[in-house]
């Protein structure tokens, strides 16, 4: 049950793959090492230092053995729910594979395992993120951005009675394109490949403003937001109750990303397009900037009670501050759900979700609509193969599309890495045209985070 393309390789020379085995993954490692000793240089207990000593250690030799493409050795059993998947697929797929020749998603995805080792064996550490301090820095300073949403959305939102119900379905759908707009760029800022941003950067990346919308609509290059307004108008329409459907987001990154992701939900819940949210993140941290429990609780207090932005007004902190309070007492109602199942953080592709995780499949095919976010979730979902990028998504996402009980999934993706698929799908011209054209004009438009794609699946009843 495989694509008839090549999965990705490391040692595919001129690939993202290749620069990122070869090159960003050591810098991350390196980086994260970093961290662990500034923690270090601030403890004063001497058996937390000597614990936290060794999970260096650990770090360091796990630096070495990607550096010098060591054969990957199977996870230690350090209690993790993961362990049994994780060492299934070593085992059946992967011994004798060494970091560079073994498929990129996995090898990286097992880095990561790895350095989720170097701590769940330690005494005092096993819940420590190397990321953490990273993950909350960019959110604080992506202070324009978040105030620009804050302040038109801490209001809660209303229909206009004066206006007929065509009016305000209408103004509903060009509020439903806006945030799903604003929702899919929230994925450019993602910390793996920005590590080197300036503020500024940052901030450009982040404009929301409606011109920058329109403008940044032209660079979808699979488009399929049409598609999706119907799917989830229709879901408010078809309810008993007017109330809308379940949406599920796979999550990706924490911070201002899911911020955006949350925006949204917020606006789905209050129009009615949505009864029920489900966010699914990961036990554990993840490709460095991938949102855990810690990083969503954090967000949602640090609205309430924090004091990340020192220079705003008194208007912006309340209006954030009611967001959050909004955020929590949906958590509290159960309208919003947050899950974190084990199989997020393994090296399978969705292709394997039905085999190797029955039940999350089961769970997902409830769902009304399924909304994957980001750059990895779309590799997984792709088989991050060497599609051709004509491909429909259906045929690109392989069970996820064709299996009974396949859900609705929608990828909401700027693009970061070197699978491309559905081009030209929504009848906006030939696909692999259009890809050609940018790998002749455009060198590195896979990874600039400048384009992106929505793309969409109706599923298959079960
Ligand atoms: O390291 C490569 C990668 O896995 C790419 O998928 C992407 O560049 C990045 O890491 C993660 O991006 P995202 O946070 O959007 O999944
Ligand atoms: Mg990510």
Known sequence: ??????????????????????????T????????????????????????????????????????????LRPIVDDGEADVAL???????????????????????????????????????????????????????RSNDAVFELSTRFCEPFKQDSKQSSADNLESLRLMFLELTQVCLWGNSTDLSLLINMTEDQ??????????ALAETEKNILGNHM??????????????????GGRIDFVLDNAGFELYCDCVYADFLLQSGLASTIYFHGKRYPWFVSDVTKKDWEWLLNSMVYGQLFPKATAQE?????????????????GRWVYEQHPFWCTGYTFWEMRNEAPDLFLHLSKSDLVIFKGDLNHRKLTYDCAAPYATSFDVAIGPMASSPGAPR?????????????????????????????????????KISGKYAVVLLSEGRPG
């Open 226 to 243: 049409a598609r999706l307004w119907e799917v989830v108008r229709d879901l408010k329409r078809d309810s008993l109750d007017g109330t």
């Open 409 to 445: 999934v929608c990828s909401l993706r700027t693009i970061k890495s070197d699978v491309v698929v559905g081009l030209g799908s929504a009848g906006d011209g030939d696909g692999e045209e259009v890809g050609e054209k940018l790998d002749r004009e455009e060198p590195g438009w």
């Open 202 to 211: 940052i901030k450009a990346l982040q404009s929301t403003g409606g011109e």
């Open 28 to 71: 991350i490692l390196g980086k994260a090492i970093d961290d662990v000793v500034q923690t270090l240089n601030e403890l004063s207990d001497e058996d937390m230092i000597v614990d936290l000593v060794k999970c260096i250690e650990r770090m360091a030799s796990l630096k070495e053995e990607l550096t010098e493409h060591a054969l």
């Open 86 to 140: 994780w060492n299934k697929e070593i085992a059946k797929y992967f011994r004798g594979k060494d970091f560079m020749n073994a498929p990129w998603l996995f090898a990286e995805a097992y880095k990561y395992r790895r350095l989720r080792e170097c701590f769940s064996i330690s005494k005092h550490w096993s819940t420590y993120d190397v990321f953490f301090r990273q993950k909350c820095d960019t959110f604080s």
């Open 317 to 333: 902190k309340e209006g954030l501050k009611r967001l959050g309070l909004r955020w929590k007492k949906y958590v509290q109602e």
């Open 1 to 26: 049950n495989n694509p008839p393309w090549p999965a990705f390789r490391g040692y595919h020379t001129y690939s993202f793959a290749n620069a990122t085995m070869g090159h960003r993954l050591p």
